[in-house]
């Protein structure tokens, strides 16, 4: 072990309290270190230190009045931080984007990766005070599985054959063919381990087994949450109460924060993020991940249905301008399909996408057509400038004889009647940490979340082939394919890659590294932050 390793190895301890302020201070400076850069150390490691105890509200840029509790039909920005707050899972996603053990302790696999066995921990309570059984996690994996399942979670356990319990504590998944990726899946904040009840779960009563129990929901409005006493894990849920605010509006969300109304807020304009930067109570937080910014195209409506027009659309997008002017530096250009330049599959070797009004026009013949006229809906509740970004793409369009007109939806309702409603508009993922989930959830044909209503039987059978490869190169070809085939065939133009950027006040304690699957540390904040002041 180097010096570096080891200082860095004595601020971690100091954190967990393996160690006090004088072991740390006589340990670093036996290195060589001065005194002031070793004190410096350990103040900022024991700022670093979670603290049990305190209230706080997170002000939220997404919710619904039609939102519920059930969770297969949970998504995006509110609804996800709760579910992940009050409900268990079996598996974990970390800072690292890798998987970890939850309320499961343990598992293995058979050599195909057909058969996977999870161990659950003992003693795990659900709020109500019952223990967690492997009935639970039956009826829980069970109520997302069969033909009468209408949750959008339902794809990523299509290939689940058998499920049973092996004892009290042990659970058992017979796949239909292998899949490396099952563990992570298992992750999805959908797949909640609830209290089985008959021949399915109670999800109506708000019970979980997560590190917070909810106390008051209102959909659309706010969330309340107080500490769960008796979690399995105490280095986790150190608030003792949580708000989940509902603040659309991007400048009424910044002005609570500002006014110290709440204590975080997530999506932040990029706009406007120079000036909240500015704001001597306010920290700026941006995380590079997989969320990306998409416009898609239904493509069982004309003319979205002749892939030539969509192909168009593509190369008529100016995705750098977006950038600039969207992002403001905050993201990077996209290239039509979900996966990110920092995923362990993405294909480098794609041709590039970028503004090219003669591959527009040449695609508009294709199509038997001199110039296009359609209308393009969006609204700020998408993502952060989505109107300012469908004006851009409006303009840069009219140079290639694509005549867009954009239309002002409005916020409240948005994803309830105008996405997957009106033939083309905006949208947002916040993506996954592994190909196979994203790709399963929104590209799959036929799926719920399949945000362009588009098939591809190519892509449906190398998704699966490459669910079951074992082998990282044959993996990464067919990922790399699949790529492909969605950037050139696919209903759906991605531009641009967005940063996470959120801000919080001098209230909230957070670690080092934060997660990149999902906005907000990996939208366990509730679990992982802490109550500063």
């Not at 005194?35 to 997170?58: C, E, F, H, N, Y």
């Not at 992940?84 to 079996?90: A, D, I, P």
Request: negative net charge; aromatic residues 10%; proline residues 5%.
């Amino acid at each position: 072990m180097d010096k570096f390793q080891y200082v860095r190895r004595m601020e971690q301890r100091l954190q967990l309290r393996q160690v006090d302020r004088r072991q740390f201070m006589r340990g670093v400076l036996a290195t060589g270190m001065t005194v002031s850069a070793a004190t410096l150390l350990a103040d900022r490691a024991i700022a670093a230190t979670p603290k049990k105890g305190g209230s706080m509200i997170a002000g939220i840029g997404h919710g619904g009045t039609t939102e519920q509790l059930n969770p297969g039909q949970i998504s995006a920005g509110f609804l996800i931080p709760l579910s992940l707050g009050m409900n268990g899972f079996l598996t974990a996603i970390d800072a690292d984007s890798n998987v970890q053990p939850s309320l499961a302790k343990s598992w293995e696999a058979s050599p195909d990766a057909s058969v996977w066995t999870f161990e659950l921990r003992d003693g795990v309570e659900f709020h109500n005070g019952r223990t967690v059984t492997a009935e639970d996690v039956i009826a829980s994996i069970n109520f997302h599985r069969g033909e009468g399942s209408t949750s959008t979670g339902a794809p990523l356990l299509a290939g689940v054959k058998e499920l049973r319990a092996d004892g009290p504590q042990t659970i058992v998944f017979e796949l239909e063919g292998g899949n490396a990726d099952f563990p992570a899946i298992l992750s999805d904040y959908r797949f909640a381990i609830l209290p089985a009840e008959g021949d399915s779960i109670d999800w109506q009563s708000g019970i979980g087994c997560g590190a917070y129990q909810l106390k008051d929901f209102q959909p659309g409005i706010s969330a309340d949450l107080v500490r769960h006493v008796n979690h399995w894990n105490p280095d986790v849920a150190h608030v003792d109460e949580w708000k989940l605010l509902v603040l659309l509006d991007t400048t009424a969300r910044m002005a609570a924060l500002s006014a110290g109304s709440v204590d975080l807020a997530d999506k932040v304009d990029p706009k406007t993020a120079k000036f909240v930067s500015r704001d001597p109570n306010v920290t700026l937080h941006s995380v590079a991940g997989t969320q990306h910014y998409s416009f898609p195209m239904l493509t069982n409506s004309a003319p979205f249905d002749d892939n030539n027009i969509r192909q168009a659309i593509k190369w008529g997008i100016d995705r750098q301008e977006l950038v600039d002017k969207i992002l403001l530096g905050y993201g990077e250009v996209g290239n039509d399909h979900p996966i990110g330049s920092g995923q362990k599959y993405f294909n480098p070797e794609l041709e590039q996408k970028t503004f090219d009004p003669d591959k527009a026009r040449y695609f508009l013949k294709q199509a038997g057509l001199d110039s296009l006229d359609v209308e393009l809906s969006s609204s700020d509740a998408a993502f952060p400038g989505a109107v300012d970004a469908a004006t851009l793409i409006s303009n840069s369009a009219a140079k290639c004889g694509i005549n867009v007109s954009v239309k002002r939806e409005p916020n409240d309702g948005y994803w309830s009647e105008v996405w997957t409603k009106k033939p083309w508009c905006a949208s947002y993922w916040a993506g996954r940490p592994v190909e196979d989930l994203m790709f399963s959830l929104a590209f799959q044909s036929g799926v719920a979340w399949n945000e362009s209503l588009w098939s591809h039987e190519k892509f449906d059978k190398i998704l699966v082939e490459a669910r079951a490869e074992l082998d990282t190169d044959k993996r990464r070809q067919m990922y790399g394919e699949m790529q492909d085939i969605v950037a050139n065939q696919g209903g759906v133009a991605i531009p641009m890659f967005a940063s996470y950027v959120f801000a919080t006040r001098p209230s909230v304690g957070t670690p080092e590294k934060f997660g990149s699957n999902l906005d907000l540390d990996g939208s366990s904040f509730m679990e992982r932050w802490w109550k500063a002041e």
